[in-house]
């Protein structure tokens, strides 16, 4: 069968919402609502710490680590937000979406939070006892309520980009291809 001679499901925009109508955003705007959740996080960075030796961490690596770390974290999310807004496609709750947001923000945060102080744990002592780092209490408490807030900057930054869909039918496209008596074919037109 050839390429266009079936009919063909595509996304079509809409003004407002209709009967069968889904929100859905493009993967771009996901990962720039990726970047946006990462402002408590630099927030944090420069409040937990004299500026100079903020400053000073950024440049010493930041340069290169920190582009890296945006742009995995921003992919990341983009991919955990894609699965979200596909699963509240129907919904027009905002609260739901802002709610969900947060609940896996934080979550997600929390696990991989725990993840990190397993592997220090494991290289620093061999243990994989994470429990036991100083930094645990503060990680339990703190990794949730950072990923949600993070997740609800980003989830608000992603509401611009956000529109109404619904799915069309396309039909067949026409054989352009096929020789119609009366038509010049290619060559007529070269020795022209």
Not at 33 to 41: D, H, K, M, N, Y
Not at 83 to 112: C, D, K, M
Request: proline share 4%.
């Amino acid at each position: 069968m050839a390429r266009g001679s079936s009919p063909k499901n595509v996304r079509q925009a809409v003004t407002r919402h209709e009967g069968n109508a889904h929100l859905y955003a493009a993967f771009g705007t996901h990962w720039r609502a990726g970047v946006a959740s990462l402002i408590p996080f630099g927030i944090l960075f420069f409040t937990t710490q004299p500026f100079g030796d903020a400053m000073a961490a950024l440049t010493s690596g930041g340069y290169t680590v920190g582009p890296a770390i945006v742009v995995t974290h921003a992919t990341v999310w983009a991919l955990m937000s894609f699965g979200l807004l596909h699963l509240l496609r129907f919904s027009t709750s905002i609260p739901r979406h802002y709610l969900t947001y947060a609940g896996v923000g934080g979550a997600t945060l929390l696990v991989f939070a725990m993840l990190a102080l397993t592997v220090v744990q494991l290289f620093d002592n061999g243990t994989a006892d994470f429990w036991n780092r100083s930094a645990f209490v503060g990680f339990l408490w703190g990794a949730p309520l950072l990923g949600a807030i993070g997740s609800v900057i980003g989830r608000r930054a992603l509401a611009s980009g956000i529109s109404w869909h619904i799915w069309i039918e396309r039909g067949p496209l026409p054989q352009v291809f096929d020789y119609v008596e009366g038509k010049h074919d290619k060559d007529d037109f070269q020795r022209m």
